[in-house]
């Protein structure tokens, strides 16, 4: 069972919901209707699953926007910036972030996939 | 124009457990006198400050922590008895904001109640404020597992 499947199953019961269908550029909170308890469920199953060391902010990219306001406040280029803060992103992801935020939370299930196969230990 | 009010919910300090027993980084075990008439509530409010306690425990009282969700929860078909409750969580899985608990209540062996706790931690803010709650927390702790009750 590979990383999008297993996560599948776990998303199918924290939102209660039967048959699921998620790929990896499945929106979490804008598809899904993720909330954040949801998400903070999701968090400890990872850990628990995956035996991975979760920092939710990172996961979840919660502190998006600080790091984008603090760029801007440095002077700093935004690419750049994230690609620091978001080291399990690679740079056409970031790019792709950076031209989606205005459709709200940008959040894919890719995410979670390059953030458990970064640290993960299996 | 704000109001104050009392609510006397006839419980000391709202702390419900009467022991907390050993603690490791894993687990946490309690104990409970349920006396008569019997509350389940009160089982599962005791459950909930033993996961509560052990998260703070997990964080070195460096962050609040509450209860966010209770899931895959068993409970008894009918109304439970009084008596000396054991209480065990055991910490399924946790990230830097939530932590999950199996805690369970066992009475002489039969395990009454369990369920699968979700807790989440915050810093301290104005809200939360660390020169109150740390200390509350630390205190109710020690007293706690020293087996003289909150009031210690």
Same mark, same amino acid.
């Given at each position: 069972m590979d990383v999008l499947e297993e996560i599948t199953i776990i998303l199918a019961e924290i939102l209660d919901m039967e048959g699921l269908e998620i790929t990896p550029e499945t929106y979490l909170i804008r598809e899904l209707g993720a909330e954040s308890i949801d998400l903070l469920e999701l968090s400890v199953a990872i850990n628990s699953r995956f035996n991975i060391e979760v920092n939710d902010d990172?996961?979840?990219?919660? +502190?998006?926007?600080?790091?984008?306001?603090?760029?801007?406040?440095?002077?700093?280029?935004?690419?750049?910036?994230?690609?620091?803060?978001?080291?399990?992103? +690679?740079?056409?992801?970031?790019?792709?972030?950076?031209?989606?935020?205005?459709?709200?939370?940008?959040?894919?299930?890719?995410?979670?996939?390059?953030?458990? +196969?970064?640290?993960?230990?299996? | 124009m704000s109001k104050r009010i009392s609510i006397n919910t006839g419980l000391s300090?709202?702390?419900?457990?009467? *022991?907390?027993?050993?603690?490791?980084?894993?687990?946490?075990?309690?104990?409970?006198?349920?006396?008569?008439?019997?509350? !389940?509530? !009160?089982?599962?409010?005791?459950?909930?400050q033993l996961?509560?306690?052990?998260?703070?425990?997990?964080?070195?009282?460096?962050?609040?922590?509450?209860?966010?969700?209770?899931?895959?929860? *068993?409970?008894?078909?009918?109304?439970?008895?009084a008596?000396?409750?054991? !209480?065990?969580?055991?910490?399924?899985? *946790?990230?830097?904001?939530?932590?999950?608990?199996l805690l369970r209540a066992k009475l002489a062996d039969e395990t009454i109640m369990e369920g699968v706790f979700l807790f989440a931690v915050v810093a301290y803010d104005s809200t939360f404020r660390k020169e109150i709650l740390e200390s509350h927390y630390r205190r109710g702790f020690s007293c706690l597992q020293k087996d003289i009750g909150i009031d210690c």
């Open positions: 990172e996961l979840f990219l919660r +502190t998006l926007r600080i790091h984008l306001r603090a760029a801007e406040m440095e002077g700093r280029d935004a690419a750049g910036y994230l690609a620091e803060k978001y080291p399990v992103l +690679t740079v056409s992801r970031v790019g792709e972030i950076l031209a989606d935020m205005g459709g709200g939370p940008v959040l894919r299930m890719k995410d979670i996939i390059s953030y458990i +196969t970064c640290y993960g230990k299996n | 300090g709202f702390v419900l457990l009467d *022991r907390i027993g050993e603690t490791a980084a894993g687990n946490i075990t309690g104990s409970k006198h349920i006396v008569s008439p019997p509350s !389940l509530a !009160l089982v599962i409010e005791s459950l909930a996961g509560a306690y052990h998260v703070r425990y997990l964080t070195n009282f460096e962050k609040h922590a509450f209860l966010l969700k209770i899931k895959s929860c *068993r409970l008894p078909a009918s109304t439970i008895p008596g000396f409750y054991t !209480l065990s969580g055991e910490l399924q899985g *946790r990230s830097a904001s939530a932590f999950t608990h």
